[in-house]
């Protein structure tokens, strides 16, 4: 499927849905999210777009060599997974093979219809060059950008990464790359410790709730479409400022969190800036929260892009 028809194109495998033990990390919600815009009508099956794995070609671009050899063989040691905060099996391995296959299409799909694509996964910002930490093997964020600039798609990028935590890893590999733009409004007091400093970083104090953030956020998305003025912007939607959630400490409501959306969406679409939603983090106390959270995000991309 090309994009350039039907519905709002969306990108899903069933091996997001990997077993990782007992952990905070819900990966179900992958599924759940799939299943309920499908069951509503907001997605339509004949939208879904199956990603293959990324290629060694497309990793070694962000990631080192020595890296990517420790994931491919599973060498991993007792440190490596303490500073990923997941356990590695080669389960884990392929869902992020397929994550950042996911985020190029979803890009790739974007351009093709010139408005939005959802993709329910993706978002691991904090994965780097050398090394994964805080629950990203790879960074398929950076992957999908410098895939879609290798194939010639794009030259100017802008991630808007509204994940609670910092992009770091995000940062750091785009650190040098002025044509890529990296926006990161996050919890400050919060993990991770050292915040690589990206294009613009917006920390937020303990306790910021919706109408504070939204402000915020309001000032500082002109610097990021206007004066950047990207041929393609990867939102990073995550649901983890949420007033409930087990890791932060921001206070967003559902509806706070969808109208952060409908503004960044609403900005795109009237700059005509294709988009790619990711769905990022989430780790509300009740999975259904997460789940409605990330619903809302791809509802307004369908409401503001059909």
Not at 75 to 95: G, H, I, K, M, N
Not at 224 to 249: I, S, T
């Amino acid at each position: 499927m090309d994009g350039t028809s039907g519905g709002l194109p969306f990108v899903w495998a069933p091996e997001y849905r990997m077993d990782i033990g007992p952990h905070v990390f819900p990966t179900q919600k992958y599924h759940e999210v799939k299943e309920a815009l499908l069951g509503e009508g907001t997605l339509r099956s004949e939208d879904l777009n199956r990603p293959e794995p990324a290629l060694r070609a497309s990793l070694v671009r962000v990631h080192t060599p020595d890296y990517l050899e420790k994931v491919m063989t599973g060498r991993f040691l007792p440190a490596d997974e303490a500073r990923l905060e997941l356990p590695f099996s080669t389960e884990l391995r392929e869902a992020f093979l397929l994550s950042c296959g996911g985020t190029t299409l979803a890009g790739r799909l974007a351009l093709a219809n010139g408005r939005a694509a959802a993709h329910i996964g993706g978002g691991f910002h904090h994965g780097f060059a050398d090394h994964g930490e805080g629950f990203c093997l790879l960074n398929d964020v950076a992957v999908g950008v410098q895939e879609l600039r290798t194939e010639g798609r794009i030259r100017r990028v802008a991630v808007v990464d509204l994940d609670l935590h910092h992009g770091n890893g995000t940062a750091a590999i785009f650190r040098d790359e002025p044509d890529v733009f990296t926006f990161s409004m996050h919890e400050e007091q919060n993990y991770p410790l050292v915040k690589p400093p990206g294009d613009l970083d917006v920390g937020l104090e303990f306790g910021v709730g919706d109408e504070g953030y939204l402000a915020l956020l309001e000032e500082a998305l002109p610097r990021v479409l206007d004066d950047h003025r990207p041929e393609l912007v990867y939102y990073l939607a995550g649901a983890d400022p949420f007033v409930e959630d087990q890791l932060g400490g921001l206070r967003l409501t559902l509806e706070g969190l969808r109208a952060r959306d409908r503004l960044v969406l609403g900005m795109c679409r009237d700059r005509e800036i294709p988009v790619a939603t990711l769905t990022a983090g989430g780790y509300a106390r009740r999975l259904a929260d997460t789940v409605e959270i990330h619903c809302n995000t791809i509802r307004e991309a369908r409401a503001r892009f059909e």
